[in-house]
Every structure is written in C-alpha cells, then in structure tokens.
C-alpha cells in the first residue's frame, strides 16, 4: 500500500464522505459494526489490519474490548485522538504482527495491495487468528489505488490455502455486501464442503420461490395491462395500472431486501472458490496395478476393478490420474489395448522407468506384493499410498506361494516403506494395523495415516433390461480360497427340479496369473452336465456388465473360512451394481449392507434350507425380485460409488506429505 497516496487528499475526497471526525456518518457507522462485533462475536481482543483514523478501534474500546489497530499512513494515525494513541501503531498489514488476537478485521484494505503482498497479507493474519472479518471491494475500478480488486472467490481461495473457510451462516451486509468472516477450520475439507453445499441449496431454493414470485407478478401486471386495453384502446394506463406497477415494485424492493439478492452470489462464488481451491491441490498420481483394469475390451478382476475404482475416486475429485498395468498381463491382447496403456505399464522389477515417464506427485500401490517391482525409486522423494485390497498373506497360504517367513518379510518392508495405508472393508482394519505396527507406524500414524475405503465403482450405475426367463449368474476368477459347491450344485437342483431358469457362469482361470483353481474342476464338470446352466467363461468387461443387466440374481455364497470373513468381495459389488439382488453369506462386512439395504438374501452357507427357500421366492415372486434389485443399485449408490468413499485417500493426495521414517523395524520372526 502507497502511504503518500493515503495523505489528507485521499481521506477528503476518495472515500464517499469526507472520511474525517466531523461526518457523523462514519461514528454512527463503525458503532454499528463494533455492536455487532460485541454481540455476535463477543471477542476479548481485537486487530483492526488497516485502521485508517481509527473509528472502528475508538468505538471498540468504548464497549470494553481490547482493540488495536494498524495503518501505514501517518497522515491517518495522526488523526487518531491521543488518548488512545498507544492503541496504534505504523505498520503494513504484512509486517509480523507482536501478538495472536481474538479476532482480526480487515475492511477494504488488501485491494490498496499488489497480488503477491495481498497473499503475504492474508497468510500473515491467518497465522495471528482464528476469526477474521474480512472486506474488499469486488467492482471498483475507479480508485487510482485499488491495484487488486477481485471477486470474493479469489480472498476465499487465499484464506482456504491457511484452512480459514468462510461462516456461512454469518450476516457480514452491515458493513458490506461482500464481507464475510472466515474462521480456522480443522475438521476435513470435505465436511467444510458439506456446509457450503447445505447453504447454497438453501439459498437457491429462496432463490427460486423469489423468481416464481416475480414470474406470478410479471403476468398479473400482463394481464391487468391486456384488461386496461380491452377497456380503453386508446388509453395510456390508469390508476389502477399505476397501483399494480407500484405493488409490484413494492414486492421487488422486498425481495431485493432478502438474503438471496444479497448473498446467492456470493455463495455461489464461495463455492465455486473452495472448488478451485481443491482443483489447486490436485495431484498427478500414478496407479500402479497388478491386474487389469476395465479399460480397452480387457477381462478384468477383482484386485483391477479395485484398482480402478481407487484411479477413478481420485480423477473424480480433480487429480490427473495414470493407470499403469503389468506389461506381461498384455502380451495377448496386443491387438487390444491402446499404444498408451502399453506405454505406461510396467515391467518385473522396472516400476522405476514408469515412474520417471510419468513424473507423478503421487504412487499408489495397489498391493504390498508390488513393492519390491518399485524398488526404492519414490523413498523420500514421493509419497507412496499402499492400497490392500484383501489379506494377501492368508491367499498365500492358500495358493502355496512362497514360505510365510518370505512373504511376512516382503509385508512388512512394503508397509515400512510406504507414506499412507488404506484397506477395503472396517472388518480389514484391525488386522493389517497390527502389520502396520509390525511395520514401525506408531499408534498416531496408523490412526492419522490408514483407513478402510470401501470397494466402489462408478456413481453412474447401469440401466436394467432383464430377459424374461428367471436367471442366475455367478463370476469372477476361480481361486483356491473359494467354495461355491454347496450353493451352486443346490441351486441348479433346485432349477431342474422346477424346471425353469438358468444358471450363467462367466470366469476361469486367473486370466496370466499361474494361480490353482481349488474345487472348480470338479465343480464345473458337474454343473455343465445341466441343460439348466451355462459356463461362458472370461469375457470382456462390457460384455459381462451386459449379461449381468439382463439377469435376475447373483449368487455369491460360498463356505466360511478366514479369506472370506476379512474380504469386502468385489464381484459382490458389482453385482449390487447391476441390480442383481445377492444370495450371499451371514457372516462379512458386506452381509452387513445387504441385510440393512434388503438387497438380497444373507445365509449361512451350510443352510440349504434356507437356500432352497430363497431360491424358491425368486422363481415365484417376480415383484420381490424387483424389490430387492431397486434395493441393490440404492446400496450402491448411497454407499459404494467412487466419489463418495475416496475422501479419506484424496485428503491425502492433496498434502502429500511424507512419513517420517523410523529405522528401528520390528524384525520378523
């Protein structure tokens, strides 16, 4: 701010009135506002960050409040009466202030400030508060000094880089239609978002009731005008026009009096701040997955589908995100994929060369059993999310891969090596934070650092056409953890024994993946023996998606064991995802949603009572059927899409900040 500009002149003839002691409209003026700062606020200390000639602070500390202020015009501070002289000081509202305050007001101060000293400003008094009234002109140009004049959006933007967001229940008109208060705010930028979102639907539906009423006035003054010229052709309009025009003027100076004339602007430019805000912060990120993902006619699974649910939370919020898929996994699809995927996928042990294509400001791993694939190429240089989609070390087990001395020893260098952890179900959580622990992470980090984002998908949930005979599907990848016996052999029983519906099975093998397919062998030759079931096998991911919307009802059951209890089951999703009601298991996470959504029928896998009874509602009550599909796709779009379940994943991304690395590890036995 230029303080010569600031001299007897500008204070006579730039500010409206004559800004001086002798105008009575500015006493009566700042006692108004320090009223208001009283009663609403009720602070104990007071900054006024551009004082002027101190009427704000004179009528502050009239009430009682301590109050100071600063200027960097001495022409202004000599104006200021002596006996509160020690009240004042020269200083820019960029110079460190001496002291915290309980509130700092700002009125049409920082747009006197190039840009770079306004942002200085604004840091410089978010770091001496945690509530600031805050004002500057949006729309005049015309003062030589104005340098920095801009909307309120712009100030929202420079008070969210400081977690300052703005009070949006708080009237600041009394001073200006700009102002506003800002308050520190350390709860998560979505719950912030949340109440911006709860105040401009308010508003807009004031809004609307406001331009239905202008509407309804608008046509009873087109009528009244179309009566006056039946009645008078010739006749310019009357008393009774003159009393309908000022009737309605009336009402139009009464709405433009309500809060929606004065602040739906300004709510939609705080919104549309904190939105640029977040776009400000969003991040290149790189995923890393070990599996396909549902792009380029490819077979996906279920570690793919997680992957890209997880690339495709973060894009929804604004991060530039890069799929990046083992090259081998490719080889038989060369005809398939696009030059790009191919180009950004990685090969055994060379995640490196990717990350230096890519150059991300994030890595997410999907799995710790990537980790030794990524070396060390992102230690202390790039924050490293490590996703677990299921407890990989009881599959293992199961699959006979690897000594458990060997693969406890690769968990727990992957997670002391990555900067933040996230899981796929609550039930999950317990279990991998005793890893984590294991890993070194304190009791803080495992609580600030990790969380379980449920398994999601798109928040554009496919439209339904089911064919009219009864069907079932069951798909996905056959693995050794699973069994699938008991329900599938009862329900095609059940079939023949009706007679009618149908039984589609799409899966097989691990699509490049040497993993043993446990009982399927044996199951699938029993089962294709049926004319009432059909064994597709892996088909591409759109194709399945189809088949799925034309079916009635998954089935997903499958025998209690420790894999099962701990997965939040992907396939099961997107099931729920299609409308397919599911015939599932009493005892996970997911089971949990299903019985509280009525989305399916939960069972003990060892009930074939049961299970014949929920087979028989299906094939007798199509408007049951109905219900339950309604009651799928509402689950999933009230509880597993994307854009609802990243949050915690995305607040990361957004800082992005390292994990302070302990080099004391628990070794493993």
């Known amino acids: 701010m230029n303080a010569i500009a600031h001299n007897a002149h500008y204070f006579a003839h730039s500010c409206g009135l004559r800004y001086t002691r002798d105008e009575p409209h500015w006493t009566a003026f700042f006692g108004e506002i320090a009223d208001r700062i009283v009663r609403d606020i009720g602070p104990a200390t007071v900054l006024d960050a551009g004082c002027a000639v101190g009427f704000l602070v004179e009528a502050l500390r009239d009430r009682g409040v301590e109050a100071y202020g600063i200027d960097v015009s001495e022409y202004a501070l000599a104006q200021v009466p002596p006996a509160i002289g020690d009240a004042f000081r020269r200083a820019s509202v960029t110079d460190p202030f001496p002291r915290d305050y309980d509130l700092i007001v700002c009125i049409e101060v920082l747009e006197h400030l190039p840009a770079r000293a306004a942002e200085a400003a604004v840091a410089n008094i978010c770091a001496h508060t945690r509530d600031v009234i805050f004002s500057s002109t949006p729309s005049d140009f015309d003062e030589a000094t104005h340098v920095n004049v801009q909307p309120p959006e712009y100030w929202a933007e420079l008070f969210g880089r400081h977690g300052f967001f703005r009070d949006v229940e708080y009237d600041g008109s009394f001073i200006t239609p700009w102002a506003a208060r800002y308050c520190k705010v350390d709860e998560p930028v979505a719950r912030a978002l949340a109440r911006y979102e709860r105040r401009l639907w308010q508003l807009l539906r ?66 549309g701040g904190l939105r640029r805000l977040r776009r400000r912060s969003a991040k290149r990120v790189l995923v890393f997955s070990g599996d396909h993902v549902p792009i380029s ?49 990685w090969d055994d042990f060379a995640m490196s060369d990717v990350v230096g294509a890519v150059q991300p400001d994030v890595v997410v791993l999907c799995g710790w059993a990537l980790s030794p694939h990524l070396g060390t190429c992102c230690a202390g240089r790039i924050p490293v999310v490590l996703d677990q989609h299921g407890p990989h070390m009881l599959e293992r087990d199961y699959q006979g891969f690897g000594e458990s001395d060997s693969n406890a020893a690769v968990k727990t260098a992957a997670l002391a090596a990555c900067d933040y952890f996230s899981c796929a179900g609550e039930r999950q959580r317990p279990y991998f934070e005793s890893w984590l622990e294991r890993a070194g992470w304190t009791e803080r980090e495992r609580r600030e650092r990790a969380a379980a984002v449920r398994v999601s998908l798109a928040p554009e949930l496919p439209a339904r056409a089911p064919e009219a005979e009864p069907s079932f599907v069951f798909g996905g990848v056959f693995l050794p953890w699973q069994d699938p016996t008991r329900a599938l ?178 070794a493993v036995a």
């Not at 799929?323 to 191919?342: K, M, N, Q, T």
């Open 206 to 271: 004031e809004n609307q009731s406001v331009r239905q009423k202008l509407i309804e006035q608008r046509d009873e003054l087109s009528r009244r005008e179309r009566e006056l010229a039946s009645a008078h052709p010739a006749a310019t309009p009357d008393a009774q026009l003159a009393r309908a025009l000022a009737e309605a003027q009336a009402e139009l100076d009464r709405l433009r009096r309500t809060r929606t004339f004065r602040y739906t602007a300004g709510a939609r430019a705080l919104y």
């Open 297 to 345: 006619g490819l077979p996906t699974t279920g570690s793919g589908l997680r992957a890209w649910g997880l690339g495709q939370g973060l894009q929804s919020r604004g991060h530039d995100v890069v799929f990046s898929l083992p090259r081998v996994s490719l080889a038989r699809y060369a005809g398939v994929v696009s030059a790009d995927v191919v180009a950004h996928s």
């Open 489 to 666: 052999t009862t329900l095609v029983d059940e079939l023949e024994r009706r007679g009618r519906g149908r039984l589609r099975i799409f899966g097989g093998k691990h699509p490049w993946l040497p993993i043993p397919t446990g009982v399927y062998d044996d199951l699938l030759e029993r089962l294709e023996a049926s004319e009432h079931a059909d064994v597709a096998g892996h088909v591409a991911h759109a194709e399945l998606i189809g088949a799925y919307t034309r079916s009635h009802v998954a089935i997903d059951l499958m025998e209690r064991n420790a894999e099962r209890e701990l997965a939040f089951t992907t396939r099961t999703v997107e099931y729920l995802w299609c409308g397919l009601p599911v015939i599932y298991n009493d005892y996970s996470e997911l089971s949990e949603l299903i019985r509280e959504y009525d989305a399916g029928w939960t069972l003990d896998p060892a009930d074939s009572d049961g299970l014949r009874a929920a087979i028989s509602e299906i094939l007798d009550d199509e408007r049951r059927v109905a219900e339950k599909s309604a009651n799928a796709q509402r689950l999933v779009r009230e509880r597993l899409t994307w854009d609802r379940t990243i949050a915690p994943i995305d607040g990361f991304v957004r800082t992005a900040a390292l994990r302070p690395r302990d080099s004391r590890v628990t």
